[in-house]
């Protein structure tokens, strides 16, 4: 059974940073899935946030994270990670991991197994 598990959410400070990791139960074949975060906040529909190649060499960005958020992956410990800055309000949400083996996809579809998110939320 394959099993991503999400951590490293909380309360963070408007403006500040916070990281949180997809631990993956892959195996081996993590460095064949492309991985991506979505997040769903309260009242919205789920949208994606960011996305990396099986080697971590393209990523891809949402718009209204470019520049502020990073995302990476260490295949030797198969996890990803979602580095996220200047966090603002609007960043409050369950973020989720998700992994897939078409490649990069910013759309859910493009995802077969997901976690089960972990709660971010922003303070003033």
């Known amino acids: 059974q394959v099993l991503l598990v999400e951590s490293g959410g909380g309360l963070v400070q408007a403006g500040g940073s916070l990281r949180v990791s997809c631990a993956a139960s892959?195996?081996?074949?993590?460095?064949?899935?492309?991985m991506g975060w979505f997040r769903h906040a309260l009242g919205k529909e789920r949208v994606f946030v960011a996305t990396?190649?099986?080697?971590?060499?393209?990523?891809y960005y949402a718009n209204s994270v470019n520049g502020r958020f990073t995302v990476s992956r260490d295949n030797a410990k198969n996890t990803v990670y979602l580095l996220m800055s200047s966090m603002t309000f609007d960043n409050t949400a369950y973020y989720y991991c998700a992994g897939g083996r078409g490649g990069i996809s910013v759309v859910a579809e493009g995802y077969i197994y997901w976690g089960q998110g972990t709660q971010v939320t922003v303070s003033s």
């Open positions: 892959f195996g081996r074949s993590f460095s064949l899935f492309a």
């Open positions: 990396i190649s099986v080697r971590g060499v393209t990523t």
